[in-house]
């Protein structure tokens, strides 16, 4: 019996001492609760944010949102969506806007700031941690790692 208690014991210190495991937020994209979107596939996902598509299924014009490269949800969102860096999706617009073929989407700072364009645009679309989804927003798609 001591010996169970010991290895126990030592068990429970060994956990306490480990260094805790990053917890990251899952993200989510998000669309305007009036638009008549209720989910989005990972190809329309895509295809929204990158300007290849910029209507939904029913019609009503996407008006996607990014966050500035500051955010740190910006980088995990295209490498969860994509694969890709930064780096590699800002060398993507420049090309598209030197070319003439299309804009970026607008830039805002914040995960605040995402909600606040999605739901006074009626096609607005952007990512944000699940938790700061609320009712004036409808998730449509989850980013997992």
Known sequence: ???RRLILLCSVFWLLIQPAAEVRAELVVVVNARCGVAAMTRNEVINVFFGRNRQYFNGVEAQPVDMFDNNPD???FYSLLVGKDL???NAYWSRQVFSGRMQPPAKVGSAEEVLKWVVSHPGGIGFVDLAKADA???VVYELTP
């Open 1 to 3: 019996m001591p010996l």
């Open 74 to 76: 910006r980088g995990r």
């Open 87 to 89: 780096s590699e999706i």
């Open 136 to 138: 004036r927003v409808r």
